[in-house]
């Protein structure tokens, strides 16, 4: 009989056969470079649910769940603290809904939270610490690097297919460079992600053609957020690159200050001449409040209904994802285009989808997944891998800069929060196994151009770190 393993560890080792098999890890990493190009995965425009990403999905679940139905017990690798208050939520959201005046909203919103879990324990299961440390910043910074060359490109060339419209804060029609993303605040999402990510390789890219790169990338996504006009990803922009001068203060020496005051003079003069004046125009808008134009006064109304409904609901709201319903049903819906509309507010969403009860749980998974990045962040400088404690750093303020931008998206089923919420359990993980195994070696794009480069899917045990 064979024995039982002693740690979790071992374990975890057990299973890394299947679950780090290249079909697999590719499956998955093809799931995250297509992220960024919503506009294109949609395999039938007749049947919205036949999308690129979500057979990726099925094919991995036909592939994995036979092999754990075979196993007989709870892989290692699902170990996530999140899952009682995740299951606790998800719960309420089955009362809320069953309660619902809005029936039809039961299937597609309780569909949602599912297939978000799903999704979340897909990526326990399949990202291991290689894939944490090197295969997913590069293929999502590499996506996303991309799709913002589109939204350039579409901005400054005005290509129908890579814009979409808005109204500049004097009144005037401009277009929005979009890419591959759903929309061009969706996009800035996506940039804001990535930014605290290239800053750590700028600090342990492995040569001077890596880390010039990640500058180069970081140019290119702040030349993205300025073609997507996105108001909130500009404000958002602005508090992340403030964590992110916050965690660099341990490496600031005096000697630096010249150097920086020049970059930052530059920086100012190439920004002065390069931003456009109708880009300008909208954010000073701004501090016009909700007179500034439709969509920020649609915007405030968004409240006014949300909170009106909480006050009719308090406890357990009136169904996941009916905000939609309740704006349509609203009177004030009928000053503005009188459609289905989300509250471009996740925190509003599930306060009117489950009440202050859901509400409570899911800021519970939020504090708890920060929790887990600073944990994280803790163990490794203990153990002293300062590249680990650097990356774990750089993914802890890419959450803090979704759950910031939460205020002005919709997006709780969105892949980029999915995959934040299972990096928190993936980070601690990596670190609580810090004494067993020593930080691998970071392959950054410009690496992966060498000859000599190993890929980042090989599974030859001296090229893989344990």
Known sequence: MQQAPSVPWQAETQERGLFDHPIIQFLFFAIVFSVPFYRWRHLSADHEFLKVDWLLVVILMLLIGPYILVQRRFPQRLRNNLWPWMLLFFLVNIASSLLTIYPEAIVSGLQKLFF???FIALTLLIVGRRGVYTIFPVVFCTAVVLGAMLAILGYYLQVDWLTVGVTTGVGESAMRGAGGSIGANNSALLYLFCMPILVHWIHHGRNHISRLWAVAQIVILLLGMIATFSRGGFLILIFVVGL????????????????????????????????????????????????????????????????????????????????????????????????????????????VGSGIIGLILFLAILVRALANYSQSISIFRAHGDEKMASLATAYRISFIGIITYLLVLSAIEHKLFLLSLAFAQLCLRCAEEAGECSAPEAPQPADLLAPSTALPFSTNPSQTAR
């Open 116 to 118: 978000g879990y799903i």
């Open 244 to 351: 992110i001068l916050f965690e660099e203060r341990r490496r600031f020496h005096p000697r630096l200050l010249g150097p920086m005051m020049v970059l930052l003079g530059a920086s100012i003069i190439v920004g002065t001449l390069a931003v456009p004046d109708s880009f300008v125009d909208r954010i000073k808008s701004l501090s016009q409040g909700t007179q500034a134009d439709a969509a920020m006064s649609r915007r405030a109304a968004y409240l006014k209904v949300g909170w009106q409904i909480f006050k009719e609901h308090p406890m357990l709201g009136t169904g996941t994802d009916t905000f939609k319903y309740n704006w349509f049903d609203s009177d004030i819906s009928r000053y503005y285009e009188h459609e289905m509309r989300y509250a471009h507010n996740t925190y509003m969403e599930v306060l």
